[in-house]
């Protein structure tokens, strides 16, 4: 089975950027449509972000957030510009053999999430 991990998280201050990695073993992503998604405390999990031939945003992120993939590297990463606090959350990445959703419950394989936190 391919088995997902996130990287890149940590703690930045309002208004930084940080760039989260999405990397599989086991297999390959590029069969794959591969989503990000966040979960706060006390809230659902939310996509994020997604990409198959095109990449799509959730509204509160676009124009601050881009998602990319790099085939060669067997990766997709998540570009977060201009930081906000709103944005703290366990952010995962997913994986679905069928198109961009924004259900949850439509991907198949997850990485186990890697905590970002926006705070001065």
């Known amino acids: 089975q391919v088995q997902l991990v996130e990287s890149g998280g940590g703690l930045v201050q309002p208004g930084g950027s940080l760039r989260l990695s999405c990397t599989a073993s086991?297999?390959?992503?590029?069969?794959?449509?591969i989503g990000w998604f966040r979960q706060a405390p006390g809230k659902e999990r939310e996509g994020v972000a997604c990409i198959s031939s095109d990449p799509y945003y959730a509204d509160s992120v676009k124009g601050r957030f881009t998602i990319s993939r790099d085939f060669e590297e067997n990766a997709v990463y998540l570009q977060m510009n201009n930081l906000k606090p709103d944005d703290t959350s366990v952010y995962y990445c997913?994986?679905?053999?069928?198109?961009?959703?924004?259900?949850?419950?439509?991907?198949?394989?997850w990485g186990q999430g890697i905590q970002v936190t926006i705070s001065s």
């Open positions: 997913a994986s679905t053999p069928v198109r961009c959703r924004w259900s949850a419950s439509e991907y198949d394989y």
């Open positions: 086991g297999g390959t992503l590029n069969y794959y449509v």
